[in-house]
């Protein structure tokens, strides 16, 4: 008389009930579920996407248009996963970095145009900046005013 063979595995482990909607009969425990619970079927607040209220009658019920219960349609569900709010976050972010390097661009071609200490002065105190800043600025750019194009003569020879 041998025993049947049991997997170690599945030795302690009980046998749970699948999720399902929320009225069917159910046996509740204090153990979380976060753990079995994907983040493309959670809000970032906690819910679950599978189920919604009315807002009439405040049943829950499967996510669809209209509550099965009252007959009031709820509208299409707005709410949106947590893993898609990580890809806005995501993407809000990559699209205020390239605000940033484009404002930034601006900002040093317009150094660049000054020709003279005393429009970087003017730029300067257009910007708000310390009256420090044109002198320091002009001497990184090189301190001296940047040379013309040569004038070239008729017969191509600088005038």
């Known amino acids: 008389m041998n025993a049947p063979e049991v997997d170690g595995g599945d030795l302690h482990r009980p046998e749970r009930q699948s999720d399902g909607h929320p009225c069917i009969a159910r046996q509740f425990s204090l153990e979380g579920k976060a753990d079995r619970i994907k983040p493309s079927e959670v ?89 420090g800043w044109a002198f320091k600025r002009w001497k990184t750019m090189g301190g001296r005013p940047k040379p013309a194009a040569p004038a070239i003569g008729l017969d191509g020879w600088p005038a």
Do not use: M, W
């Not at 996407?49 to 669809?64: D, V």
């Not at 709820?74 to 390239?98: F, Q, V, Y």
């Open 43 to 131: 809000t970032e607040d906690g819910e679950n996407l599978s189920t919604r209220q009315c807002n009439t009658c405040f049943r829950h019920f499967p996510t669809t248009n209209t509550c099965p219960y009252c007959g009031a349609d709820n509208g299409p569900d707005t709410r949106i996963s947590r893993e898609r709010a990580a890809e806005i976050r995501k993407l809000e972010k990559e699209e205020l970095a390239a605000a940033k390097k484009e404002a930034a661009k601006a900002r040093l071609a317009e150094e660049r145009a000054c020709q003279s200490l005393q429009e970087l002065q003017a730029l300067g105190v257009r910007r708000g900046y310390a009256p």
